[in-house]
Every structure is written in C-alpha cells, then in structure tokens.
C-alpha cells in the first residue's frame, strides 16, 4: 500500500489506478478504522489520487467525502495528514465544499489548528481555505474561529524560530462587512490568522489564511 500511495503522486499513475477500478475498493477500505496502518496508507491514498479531477468525480459518487469527515475526530497524526490533505484536494470544486459544511467538517478542521504538527497545521489551513470559498462555509469558518478563539487558555506566542509555514490567498464572494482581523493563539510556537479585506477593486472580498 505504501507503494500505492507513492505511485499515485504520478498522473498517469492515478489515471491507471481509476481506470482499473481501483478507487472503489478505497473507497471501502477507509471505513476499516481498527487497522491504523492500513487506513493511513488508504487515506495517503485517496490524498494523491483526488489530486486529479477525474479521481475527484469518482470519489464524489461514492460519497468518500463523509467517510473522510468522520475521521477527524480520534485519528493519529498520520491519519489525520492525510485525511485533511484529501479534503483539501476535494474542496477544490465547489460542491465537495458544501459537502464538506453538510456532513459536519469544519468545526473539527478549525480544531485541529489546536495542534503542532507542521504538516497537518498546512494541509488543515489549506482545506480551510478552500471550503471558505463558499459563503456559507466561511459563515462557519468565522464562527468556529470565534468560538475557540474565546475558549483558548494559550497566550503565549514566542517561539525559538518564528516563520511561516503557509499563505493562501483565495477570493470569497461579496461581502457587506468592513475589513475585519480574527486571531487566534492555537500554541506556544504557533499563531492562527485569518484576515478578510473588503478593500479590492471588484468589490469583491479576499481571505487570507497565515500560520506562523
């Protein structure tokens, strides 16, 4: 499987993958969630072939996209990497993004900016911006954001070696608000922003999405 996962960062690869029917059996594979091994490399998996829009179309047909979301919760690391990296690839088209608000997936992605790991914190701040595409995902976005920004017991943010590990920018639709700035203290080595600016010459709004 490992060598599956690997393959599948190859076009051709992923094409071959889908067109042996080898997306189902993914598919189905992911609900096994007592072998830990396993679901990560099936989740590694489905990461690297969703990077195809071809595979992306399937997969929405067998509904992997609620599978995914019920394994935020109670995953270990190498899990979670690439469940978030999955929905970040499928949140690229639109409809996968409402999915992604109807089964229940943005709260626990805004949660797992709680974390540290480097990897899962770009793969999650990337997923999320995605979603907030969409109106009414980033109505959650900023709600979510607000609620544990309020509930978070961490202040301090000094860090050893401060730097960036990813930005994002992405156009949202219109919106009526003024610029606003939500932060949130997730670590002690790591600070969560998003910034909205309603400053663009279209009228239209931009979210920008900085893990420090």
Not at 15 to 39: C, F, I
Not at 125 to 136: F, G, L, N, V
Request: glycine share 4%.
């Amino acid at each position: 499987m490992c060598m599956y996962v690997q393959c599948a960062e190859d076009k051709e690869t992923r094409d071959l993958v889908r067109q042996y029917l080898g997306l189902e059996p993914l598919a189905k594979l992911v609900s096994n969630t007592e072998n830990k091994p396993l679901l990560a490399a099936v989740t590694g998996a489905i990461w690297k072939c969703s990077i195809s829009a071809e595979n992306v179309k399937v997969f929405e047909e067998l509904k992997v996209i609620d599978r995914l979301v019920s394994l935020l919760h109670d995953q270990p690391e190498e899990v979670l990497i690439n469940v978030v990296g999955a929905l970040g690839e499928l949140a690229k088209e639109q409809g996968n993004r409402t999915a992604i608000r109807k089964a229940g997936g943005i709260s626990p992605l805004i949660n797992l900016l709680t974390g540290t790991n480097k990897a899962l914190l770009i793969n999650t701040t990337r997923a999320i911006a995605y979603c907030a595409e969409e109106p009414e995902s980033m109505q959650y976005v900023l709600l979510y954001t607000l609620y544990y920004t309020s509930t978070s017991t961490s202040t301090s943010t000094s860090t050893s070696s401060s730097y960036l590990l990813s930005m994002q920018v992405y156009t949202i639709g219109t919106s009526t608000s003024t610029s606003y700035l939500l932060s949130m203290q997730v670590t002690s080595a790591f600070c969560f922003t998003f910034l909205t600016q309603n400053n663009r010459p279209d009228g239209r709004s931009s979210i920008v999405v900085v893990t420090t």
